[in-house]
């Protein structure tokens, strides 16, 4: 297994759960995505190897935090404030592809991320 996802679960709105994704694959960088029951995946969070840049898309901002420990080999995503609208199918994947880019939603954009976990479920209630 190259990234493992876990930390899924029901939750009710308003509430928080801590995502993990332990990485053994080599990576520029770690992204995680959603994919809610008829719609595309969507790119949710992303942070460099370092942890010196982290990206949001506009809907989690405030909410969400990435985090990574290089020790352990595990990058996190803390979500708060959850909404009904957050249901989905969480992935984390290593970005394999380079990029020059300075826009931070390229870094968001699933083309740059070739290898992928397997998924965990976020399910909120209203």
């Known amino acids: 297994v190259q990234l493992q996802a876990s930390g899924g679960g029901l939750v009710q709105a308003g509430g928080s759960l801590r995502l993990s994704c332990e990485v053994y694959t080599f990576s520029l960088g770690i992204g995680w995505f959603r994919q809610a029951p008829g719609k595309e995946r969507e790119g949710v969070s992303y942070i460099s190897n370092s942890g010196g840049a982290a990206y949001y898309t506009d809907s989690v901002k405030g909410r969400f935090t990435i985090s990574r420990d290089n020790a352990k080999n595990t990058v996190y995503l803390q979500m708060n404030s959850l909404e009904p609208e957050d249901t989905a199918v969480y992935y984390c994947?290593?970005?394999?592809?380079?990029?020059?880019?300075?826009?931070?939603?390229?870094?968001?954009?699933?083309?740059?991320?070739?290898?992928w976990g397997q998924g965990t479920l976020v399910t909120v209630s209203s």
């Open positions: 994947a290593a970005r394999t592809r380079k990029t020059s880019s300075y826009d931070a939603d390229d870094y968001l954009d699933p083309f740059l991320f070739g290898s």
